[in-house]
């Protein structure tokens, strides 16, 4: 046992700390009644339950991200400062999680929300793509199934969220729940810096090991990744296909997918995909440089209470 001493932390660590500091937020401080009108008058029932299913899902996945995935994953690493920046980054997906719920409480009945947490209950897809994850966080014992079990982080936070964030982000980017999109793209970018970082301590970690060791876990990234995306594959169906957005989605999430495995410097499993495959509103919804808001250094447009924050630019992720 030894104390944090943080006049040795290193630059990187260094760096995550002081951003996840920096974009601190709290989902009480965007103001949500706006959206109101929009859910009542502009909505049809299976665009509302589309909406709540997909935000339900993203409560399942930050509550077990929050609860086991970044505390286990923190448990395990010896670097103190990347402990510290883990726990805060746990801590934050507990607000997100959060969240959600605040979303839902100004848009829907205590009877729709216990329906709706309901149905994430029983939702086979949903159970079956969080097991299969929650089962790498559960069993890390060495280097190597930690290496996993932050490959699985980094597939969770910059994957497999985003079937959740393509329909908020959809909405925006026409101008509607734009209150609701606010608080998603806060989430985003909190995931953007979780996903690079936990990508960072999961390539380092991997630089230890053998070229065999290597090629041992670059394949078993493969393999838990294809059984991640053929369940993600139905889960978009059964949510997207009567709003007819299935095709949209999956493209969306393979885009997501390069970019998990870009943070883990492992092969892209869809290089041949181009950023004109991605549905141009949702990348309106997505990029949130066309608004007051800079993803990387403010809080967002409905944000009250303002912070002094410095960029980040591209160049400190290199
Ligand atoms: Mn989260
Ligand atoms: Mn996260």
């Given amino acids: 046992m030894k104390a944090i001493n943080w006049n040795d932390v290193g630059e990187l660590d260094k760096l995550f700390w002081d951003q996840n500091v920096r974009q601190f937020w709290v989902d009480e401080e965007i103001p949500l009644s706006n959206d109101k009108l929009v859910w009542d008058k502009k909505l049809n029932p299976d665009e509302k339950t589309a909406y709540q299913k997909v935000l339900g899902g993203l409560t399942f996945l930050d ?67 969080t097991e299969l994850i929650v089962s790498y966080y559960k069993s890390i014992n060495d280097e190597k199934s930690l290496y996993l079990a932050m490959v699985c982080s980094v597939m969770l936070e910059t994957f497999l969220f985003y079937s959740g964030f ?38 380092e970690l991997f630089g ?11 394949n078993q990234a493969q393999a838990v990744f294809k059984l991640l995306f053929d369940l993600e594959l139905e889960y978009t169906q059964s949510i ?19 970019k998990a495995f870009a943070n883990c410097g492992l092969d892209l499993p869809f290089s041949d995909l181009k950023d004109a495959d991605i549905n141009p509103i949702v990348l309106m919804g997505l990029n949130t ?12 447009n409905g944000y009250v209470k303002a912070m002094r924050v410095e960029e980040l630019t591209d160049e400190d992720f290199l």
């Fill in 166 to 203: 393509f329909y908020p982000l959809y909405l925006a980017g026409k101008g509607m729940m734009v209150n609701s999109g606010e608080i998603i793209n806060l989430i985003i970018r909190d995931e953007s810096i979780h996903g690079v970082y936990v990508g960072l301590q999961a390539q």
């Fill in 240 to 258: 997207y296909d009567k709003i007819g957005l299935r095709e949209s989605v999956v493209n969306f999430v393979k885009y997501n997918a390069n």
């Fill in 63 to 129: 509550t077990q991200q929050a609860s086991l995935g970044m505390p286990l994953v923190a448990l395990h690493v010896n670097n103190p400062y990347a402990k510290s920046v883990l726990n805060f980054m746990g801590m934050m997906e507990h607000m997100h999680a959060k969240s959600y719920s605040s979303i839902f409480m100004t848009l829907c009945s205590t009877e729709e929300i216990n329906d709706l947490f309901g149905w994430v209950d029983r939702d086979k897809f949903l159970a079956e793509k």
């Fill in 208 to 218: 230890t090991f053998s070229p065999s060791l290597q090629s041992q876990m670059a």
């Fill in 289 to 300: 440089k066309t608004k007051t808001h800079d993803f990387f250094s403010t809080k967002g």
